[in-house]
């Protein structure tokens, strides 16, 4: 029987676990796979319970038959990271890739270093991105919203990403034009000729709920989330206030996979940094990269690159800016 070692005093009790706070993201993820749902139908079921179904076993078969520990499935991270990579996929990705991705996330992204807590790196952003450098075709064919019953089939169409990416190198700011207006991009139904993009991106409006919630339940705190939009809101406004081919603040809030990385991704206890200081500076560098990429970059997105870049800063933040030790006045 293992000993049961205690530090010494001053202890501090709460009711926080890996569970409760897992179960609560899938909970706060409700409003967007049921949005997901009903504007792309029977592809994003396919891809959604691909995705969690091959990341759910590949960490029990890795954890079973390679480290030889016993699986904790039921903690519900493996499923986290499985909706997560879902939600960051178009929604007419062929079952192979998503598989793929699942045992890149799993199998690279999280138990190559030891499993739940041990990995520096986002899972679900690993596999995203390892899809997105190999197969960027089938990746980055954003299909049409409403088309319910099809699947590989798909019509598909350029995301407003993408338009304002066209805007940039055109040097023509009448391209913007054609950019939804803004409770377009907020509900998420562009239709028309638009592409979607990734599924979880389409509704920033069940994004914002999921947010509220996990606030409410405090499962995290307002300071990543936050400052990554404040950051892009300031940033975005002074390029379009110096130059209209740069798209406005809003459309930049609204528009691709921001909402869903600040609010969801970013926020990840293990890959984020540990002080409230450092979570501010971690945001406010992850929204003004994130700008960076969209506009200079090769990508129309920059939203996972920016994670994972400062994913890999987050020890050095917490090397230099340190938590106050329990019981001492700051």
Not at 66 to 80: N, R
Not at 136 to 160: E, R
Request: glycine share 10%.
């Amino acid at each position: 029987m293992g000993k049961l070692i205690v530090s010494l005093s001053p202890h501090a009790h709460g009711s926080d676990s890996v569970e409760r706070n897992m179960y609560g993201v899938l909970i706060a993820l409700i409003p967007t796979v049921i949005v997901t749902l009903c504007y792309f139908g029977l592809g994003s079921l396919v891809v959604l319970l691909t995705s969690i179904a091959s990341c759910v076993f590949f960490e029990w078969a890795i954890t079973r038959y390679i480290l030889k520990e016993t699986p904790h499935l039921l903690d519900g991270s493996a499923m986290v990271t499985g909706l997560l990579l879902g939600l960051n996929l178009p929604s007419n990705l062929p079952i192979y890739i998503i598989i793929i991705g699942a045992l890149v996330a799993i199998g690279i992204g999280k138990m190559t270093f030891g499993g739940l807590g041990n990995n520096p790196f986002n899972p679900a952003l690993v596999g995203r991105c390892f899809l997105l450098v190999s197969f960027p075709a089938q990746m980055t064919s954003w299909p049409k919203i409403g088309q319910l019953t099809s699947y590989l089939d798909a019509q598909t169409g350029a995301t407003p990403l993408a338009l304002m990416k066209t805007a940039i190198k055109s040097g023509d700011p009448s391209v913007l034009d054609k950019l939804p207006d803004s409770l377009t991009l907020l509900l998420g139904n562009t239709g028309g000729e638009l592409g979607a993009g990734t599924m979880g991106e389409v509704c920033a409006l069940a994004l914002i709920a999921g947010l509220c919630f996990m606030l409410w339940r405090k499962v995290i705190t307002w300071h990543i989330p936050i400052s990554i939009l404040a950051t892009v809101f300031v940033f975005s406004g002074l390029l379009h206030l110096a130059n209209p081919v740069y798209a406005t603040p809003v459309q930049e809030l609204l528009s691709g996979g921001l909402m869903l990385g600040a609010i969801f991704m970013a926020t990840d206890y293990v890959t984020s940094p540990m002080t409230h200081k450092g979570q501010l500076i971690y945001g406010i560098a992850i929204g003004f990269l994130t700008v960076v990429i969209r506009n200079w970059g090769s990508y129309p997105e920059g939203m996972s690159f920016a994670i994972l870049i400062m994913n890999g800063f987050t020890p050095l933040i917490n090397h230099y800016i340190k938590p106050t030790r329990f019981g001492v006045k700051s």
